[in-house]
C-alpha cells in the first residue's frame, strides 16, 4: 500500500489567474501535437508548463522517472495531459478561479 501512495502525487492545473479579463487559459485552447516517444514524464509536464503556459503544480520527487512512447496531432492539451499520466499513477485536477467575486 505504501508503494501506491510513495508514486501517487497530483498534479494542479490552475487555469485562468486573479484578472477576470483573462477568461480563458492557452492551455484550455491549444492543441498538443509532436513526437514525444522516450522522454520521460517529468520532461513532458516540463515541456507542457512552458509552451502552453499552463500553470502545473507537482512535487519533482514523487514523479516517476517513466518514459512515455506518445505522439500528438492536435490532441486537445487536456487529453494529452491525461494520456501522458495514464498509468503511472500520477492524476491532475483542473482549478478555475472566479474573478467575479
Given at each position: ?10 498534479c494542479i492545473v ?16 491549444d492543441a498538443v ?69
Amino acid at each position: 500500500m505504501a508503494v501506491f501512495y510513495k508514486f501517487t502525487c497530483c498534479c494542479i492545473v490552475f487555469l485562468g489567474c486573479l484578472s477576470p479579463a483573462r477568461a480563458q487559459s492557452p492551455a484550455t485552447s491549444d492543441a498538443v501535437s509532436g513526437d514525444f516517444r522516450g522522454v520521460t514524464i517529468m520532461e513532458m509536464l516540463t515541456y507542457l508548463k512552458n509552451k502552453y503556459q499552463a500553470t502545473l503544480y507537482f512535487d519533482p520527487a514523487e514523479v516517476p522517472s517513466l518514459e512515455v512512447q506518445l505522439q500528438f496531432k492536435d490532441t486537445p492539451f487536456f487529453e494529452a495531459l491525461g494520456d501522458i499520466l495514464s498509468g503511472s499513477g500520477l492524476v491532475y485536477a483542473q482549478l478555475a478561479v472566479d474573478g467575479s467575486r
